[in-house]
């Protein structure tokens, strides 16, 4: 499902962020990736959508060899990755279920089916009565289950989340882990960037530990690790 063979990151100013990351992550598995700031976690999910790009190294995303795709071919790729980010990345003059439609106009959908699988991945959210609010009209656990709809709404074959609880309280932070729960249980692969020790800890999921740009530890059913 996702594969990256010795790939490394420096960006132009000269940070290195990847040094060397070779890792195998199979349809259906839930991955956390933990490890102090800085070390390299937001870069290694950046890369697996292609919002960078490696300076060295292959990268394998469901079939896409993400390091040589070809511009106009990202938007097919992208189809097949729903992203969630800490601060939700909504827009803001959009309502509820148009943030979620332009996923799917991007792709040139049909309008008819547009709004009927609108509904339904609001419905799995937990929202299907919120479709009309405006992002500042609902709370941020719900903001996050509207972007949790977004990513969701063209079937992605893997979700890629970063610290997507890291702007929420413990209670709202665990609905929303219960959701991607639900999500992995259908199918959909789920690597997720986290500073959740308590959500590691209580999930026994694999762990993938960066530090200085480089996998640490790599557990099956595995802990935070961290004092942070
Ligand atoms: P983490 O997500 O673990 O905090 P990052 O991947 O964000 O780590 O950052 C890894 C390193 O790369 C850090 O030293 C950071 O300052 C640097 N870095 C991240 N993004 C950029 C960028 N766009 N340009 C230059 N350096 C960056
Ligand atoms: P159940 O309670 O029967 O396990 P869930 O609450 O897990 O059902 O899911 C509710 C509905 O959403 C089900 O019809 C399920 O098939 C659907 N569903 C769950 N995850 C996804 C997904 N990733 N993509 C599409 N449909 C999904």
Redesign the pocket.
């Given at each position: 499902m996702i594969e990256m063979q010795d790939v490394w990151k420096t960006y132009p100013n000269g940070v290195s962020a990847l040094n060397g990351i070779d890792v195998k992550i199979d349809r259906g598995e839930f991955v956390y990736v933990v490890g102090p700031s800085g070390a390299g976690k937001s870069t290694f999910i950046k890369l697996m959508y292609r919002e960078e790009k490696p300076t060295k190294g292959t990268i394998f995303v469901n079939g896409f060899n993400v390091d040589r795709i070809r511009e106009r071919k990202i938007p097919l790729m992208r189809r097949q990755i729903g992203v969630v980010f800490q601060d939700f990345k909504l827009l803001p003059q959009l309502t509820a279920a148009e943030n979620v439609a332009f996923a799917m106009e991007v792709i040139e959908a049909p309008r008819k089916k547009i709004k009927q699988r609108v509904k339904?991945?609001m419905?799995?959210v937990g929202l299907g009565d919120k479709l009309n609010n405006l992002p500042n009209q609902l709370s941020g656990g719900q903001q996050q289950r509207v972007a949790i709809a977004r990513a969701?709404v063209n079937?992605p074959a893997v979700i890629i989340a970063d610290e997507p609880t890291g702007n929420l309280d413990p209670d709202t932070s665990w609905e929303i882990m219960q959701l991607l729960n639900?999500?992995n249980?259908?199918?959909?692969t789920i690597v997720m960037a986290t500073h959740n020790k308590e959500v590691v800890n209580t999930m026994k999921r694999r762990v993938l530990a960066i530090e200085d740009g480089k996998i640490v530890r790599d557990e099956r059913q595995g802990v935070y690790g961290y004092e942070d």
């Open positions: 339904e991945v419905e799995l969701l079937n639900k999500i249980d259908h199918g959909t």
